[in-house]
């Protein structure tokens, strides 16, 4: 089946599946990248890979088969073997179960009558057929090269029979570690030296798992691979290095790799932080915020100027948000530009600029000029000092609207922490529309969620802060937290029996009204303002948090660890 622009035009824009706008951009990136468009389509996230498979199977009359993490993950050898690879890659189609002598292939071409009555000759079996995405049958494919453990053990032990090949084996490593990173959705990859080996761990959905361990005389070869690729000194290793390169997947988007080596007493540890910029189109709807939180931001970006800023520690989903205000302001009418350390996704219609320390391109410099650039919108990504904090209140105060973020608790703590970089009060109650904080809070896994009551230890643990399980009493109208029905995760495949899957963020939106004004002028504290954004309508993050838990998107321990009052 060839899903060709006009036949993908009138499957999912006619309907409204699909934004025009949308559609026509993801043409001009496919034929940018030379890419099938459909692949586009779901890589650059126009749309959810399930979502576009279902509308596709529905329109053409096939079974759809979402090939999920935990299909493929149980995805044998001996399925793979019905199918070699390379023929797999080229027909995109893969064997994903066999039951009672029926195999089951998923593929993006159904009428492929040719190939299937050839399979079913050789195999000897029925075969089922199921229609599948293109992007998952890339994800299924992966399977040919088996888990990052295996694959690693294979390579190492050539270096046992031959020292010489260990430079091309830890080049392949490191490559392997990437596309492994990439799949598994990993935000950072840690190579960290022991006594007498060297481990690397993923972090996936905030969490770290060890992935793989290596012999200890490797780790110098490896750090050193890290360091040439993004430019460091590799004779140095006494001293903190920061670096950064560009990594290309195999069949894959970019990944802007962010390297921090750390000399130990076992020797550097290196942190690679992974920014994946394929399937990066967030939407502010698609954020988890309330109704009510979602219609204050809504409000203030549509307003010509002043300040938006979102607040929260390192790791809080803060350039998430950003991007997903950039994107609802994102028109052909409107100027935007930005200053970022680093520039985390590309945006199509924004003109980005990257901090560049060497080249004396800093925020307030580049603020500075960006501002003789006539933009309407401004984003700068993070607010650090005196000079950067005036330069955006004065540009918020003379007609443009300003987007940035900062460190603080939550989102009355800005407030003070301007008034600490040197602001004038009168000049943040002016500037500033809304404060937004966030955290990110782990999502229970779909395939194995189950409601429960907190045992006895459970519930202790969270009656120990006395305002929390007063406001789950509140927020549940039970007398009793044992009493209350919450969610968890069994622990699955698919989930890697933890229970969680993906991320979500809880928030608290304070909008500034006279009120508030009124006590930043006065120069009161967080806690005044906090209680003053509350009578007039914020809703804590704590309170959205366990709100959340009570849906079954998260679990209420999470939110106690996040966000407790």
């Known amino acids: 089946m060839e899903l060709t622009e006009e036949k993908l035009k009138e499957i999912l824009v006619e309907p409204g599946h699909i934004d025009v706008n949308d559609f026509e951009r993801a043409t001009t990136i496919a034929k940018e990248k030379s890419e099938p468009l459909d692949r586009i389509l779901v890589k650059e996230g126009f749309i959810d890979d399930a979502n576009f498979g279902k509308i596709i199977a529905d329109t053409e ?22 199918i070699p690879e390379a023929v797999a890659r080229s027909q995109e189609a893969i064997i994903f179960k066999e039951e009672e002598g029926v195999l089951f292939l998923a593929t993006t071409n159904p009428d492929n009558y040719k190939f299937i009555k050839h399979l079913e000759k050789i195999t000897g079996s029925k075969i089922n057929v199921y229609y599948t995405t293109s992007f998952a049958i890339d994800m299924a494919l992966r399977r040919y090269s088996g888990n990052l453990q295996r694959e690693a053990r294979k390579l190492i032990e050539k270096t046992k029979k031959d020292e010489m090949q260990e430079e091309q084996v830890v080049v392949k490593l490191v490559e392997l570690l990437f596309e492994h990173a990439y799949a598994n959705i990993a935000s950072d990859i840690h190579i960290e030296p022991l006594a007498d080996f060297s ?79 394929q399937g990066k189109r967030f939407t502010l709807d698609a954020l988890g915020l309330l109704e009510s939180d979602l219609k204050k931001i809504k409000r203030n970006a549509g307003k010509p100027w002043g300040m938006i800023v979102i607040v929260g520690p390192t790791g809080s989903g803060k350039t998430t948000t950003l991007y997903a205000v950039l994107q609802l302001l994102n028109k052909p009418g409107v100027n935007i530009m930005t200053i970022e350390d680093p520039v985390e996704y590309n945006m199509d219609g924004v ?215």
């Open 199 to 277: 481990i690397v761990r993923f972090r996936i959905d905030g969490t770290l798992f060890k992935v793989l361990d290596f012999p200890k005389r490797m780790h110098n070869r490896m750090a050193s691979r890290i360091k040439i690729l993004s430019k460091l000194r590799t004779d140095e290793r006494a001293a903190p290095q920061d670096g950064r390169f560009e990594y290309n997947v195999d069949k894959g988007g970019t990944i802007d790799v962010r390297v921090s080596v750390m000399p130990t007493t076992e020797g550097e540890n290196v942190v690679m932080r992974l920014l994946m910029q």
């Open 61 to 82: 009359g096939y079974s759809f088969f979402e090939l999920k993490k935990a299909n493929i993950e149980e995805i044998s050898d001996h399925l793979l073997s019905y």
């Open 351 to 565: 003109q980005q600029t990257q901090v560049n320390i060497k080249k004396n391109l800093t925020f307030p410099t580049g603020l500075r000029t960006i501002v003789r650039q006539d933009p309407d919108i401004i984003m700068v990504g993070e607010i650090r000092d005196e000079e950067t904090i005036d330069m955006a209140v004065d540009a918020a105060m003379t007609g443009h609207l300003v987007l940035s973020t900062m460190h603080a608790n939550d989102a009355a703590t800005a407030f003070p922490r301007f008034m600490e970089m040197g602001v004038e009060p009168f000049l943040i109650a002016s500037a500033i529309n809304v404060s937004v904080a966030q955290r990110l809070v782990r999502t229970i896994c779909e395939e194995c969620r189950e409601s429960y009551f907190l045992s006895e230890e459970e519930a202790e643990i969270v009656a120990e802060d006395e305002n929390f399980t007063e406001l789950i009493k509140i927020i549940s109208e039970k007398d009793d937290i044992r009493k209350v029905r919450f969610f968890r995760g069994r622990g699955c495949e698919l989930c890697e029996n933890t229970g969680y899957e993906g991320r979500t963020s809880i928030f608290e939106v304070m909008e500034i009204n006279e009120k508030l004004r009124k006590l930043i002028i006065e120069k009161s504290s967080s806690d005044a303002m906090r209680k003053t954004a509350i009578e007039e309508g914020m809703t804590p993050m704590v309170y959205d948090g366990i709100s959340k838990a009570l849906l079954g998107i998260t679990t209420i321990m999470e939110v106690r660890k996040v966000a407790k009052s």
